[in-house]
């Protein structure tokens, strides 16, 4: 079945450093891939996605590029800030049958100033 | 102007009660979910209705029984509470057709349950 894993947090950054969370895939045929923020106490936010591969999906200085390959999609921050610090969920969708996200576990990102 | 809107926020019970939470889009989405997220953060999916029509039912037990009653809506109800039901619940849309399909999905707020 469809799996997605995850680094497992928490990551413990100072401002301003870069950040790299790893995520691969298992998957049959082409799943759309997305990354979402949970801030403390607070929904799931949708933070950026990739519908195809070698698609870079962007928002907020977070990037993440759908490496078919490599099934990843490993999401990378130039300069984190103390208000980046939340839980980040890797997951994915299949564009048929099941439509339901399946996520990662979750990595917790903590951002000291 | 929520888009996906729960309720309770929060919700604290005894043991062996019944509980339902409710969950509103207004999207215009044509499928909705609830899922599960455990104390360590792990999200599962647990119920999809699409266009009222239930498409996924996770092996949950029958305990939790999703109605929804019109697209707009999917409530959970939980009978016989037990300890191992506390978590927080998340409702989520998504469209699946024309400009609506674009396939993230949207989630409400969570309501945490609290079981003593």
């Known amino acids: 079945g469809d799996s997605v894993t995850q680094m497992e947090g928490p990551v413990t950054l100072s401002e301003e450093a870069f950040l790299t969370i790893n995520c691969t895939y298992t998957?049959?045929?082409?799943?759309?891939l997305f990354w979402y923020v949970q801030y403390p106490g607070e929904g799931l936010q949708l933070l950026l996605k990739?519908?195809?591969?070698?698609d870079k999906g962007s928002n907020k200085g977070f990037e993440a590029t759908y490496r078919k390959e490599t099934t990843s999609f490993h999401l990378e921050k130039g300069s984190v800030q103390v208000s980046d610090s939340a839980v980040y969920f890797c997951a994915l969708s299949r564009a048929t049958g099941r439509r339901a996200l399946t996520f990662g576990s979750g990595t917790r990102l903590q951002v000291q100033p | 102007d929520t888009a996906v809107s729960q309720t309770p926020k929060y919700l604290v019970t005894q043991m062996g009660n019944d509980k339902s939470i409710k969950c509103e889009q207004n999207?215009?989405?044509?499928?909705m979910y609830w899922y599960k997220q455990d104390s360590k953060k792990f999200l599962k999916i647990m119920f999809s209705y699409n266009n009222k029509e239930l498409i996924i039912n996770e092996t949950v037990p029958n305990r939790f029984s999703p109605k929804s009653p019109d697209k707009a809506h999917l409530n959970l109800h939980i009978n016989s509470l037990e300890l191992g039901d506390s978590a927080v619940y998340f409702c989520?849309?998504?469209?699946?057709?024309?400009?609506?399909?674009?396939?993230?999905?949207?989630f409400g707020e969570g309501s945490r349950l609290t079981v003593l």
């Open positions: 989520a849309s998504r469209g699946t057709s024309g400009a609506l399909g674009t396939g993230e999905l949207f």
């Open positions: 998957a049959t045929g082409y799943p759309s």
């Open positions: 999207l215009g989405h044509d499928t």
């Open positions: 990739a519908t195809k591969a070698d």
